[in-house]
Nanobody, 126 residues
Framework: QVQLVESGGGLVQAGGSLRLSCAASERTFSNKATGWFRQAPGKEREFVAGITAGGSKTSYNDSVKGRFTISRDNAKNTVYLQMNSLKPADTAVYYC???????????????????WGQGTQVTVSS
């Protein structure tokens, strides 16, 4: 059972930056594709970014392309989400997730992920 713990959320002004971290409890995390999702109040959870187990391939929601970057450091069992040029529309709870599906692919749908963190709040003020 992989446990995921997110950190790095907070309150930031529009145009600012934050870096989220997702730390995993087990070394098998390095074999798992990982993703970030977010959920704003009253809205469904949506895909933000995904990365393969080795980190060579990534995918982004169109709304964050060019502003967010997903990366991972498997030696530290950690995945990151660098968020730049933040907008009020980015306000949400951000969740990290890991998949049991083949790690050579990235995944963009929530049901493809087996393990979830508790979430970290990101609030962007205008």
């Amino acid at each position: 059972q992989v446990q995921l713990v997110e950190s790095g959320g907070g309150l930031v002004q529009a145009g600012g930056s934050l870096r989220l971290s997702c730390a995993a409890s087990e070394r098998t995390f390095s074999n798992k594709a990982t993703g970030w999702f977010r959920q704003a109040p009253g809205k469904e959870r949506e895909f933000v970014a995904g990365i393969t187990a080795g980190g060579s391939k990534t995918s982004y929601n169109d709304s964050v392309k060019g502003r967010f970057t997903i990366s991972r450091d498997n030696a530290k069992n950690t995945v990151y989400l660098q968020m730049n040029s933040l907008k009020p529309a980015d306000t949400a709870v951000y969740y990290c997730a890991a998949s049991d599906l083949p790690g050579s692919y990235y995944y963009t749908v929530s049901y493809e992920y087996a393990y979830w963190g508790q979430g970290t709040q990101v609030t962007v003020s205008s």
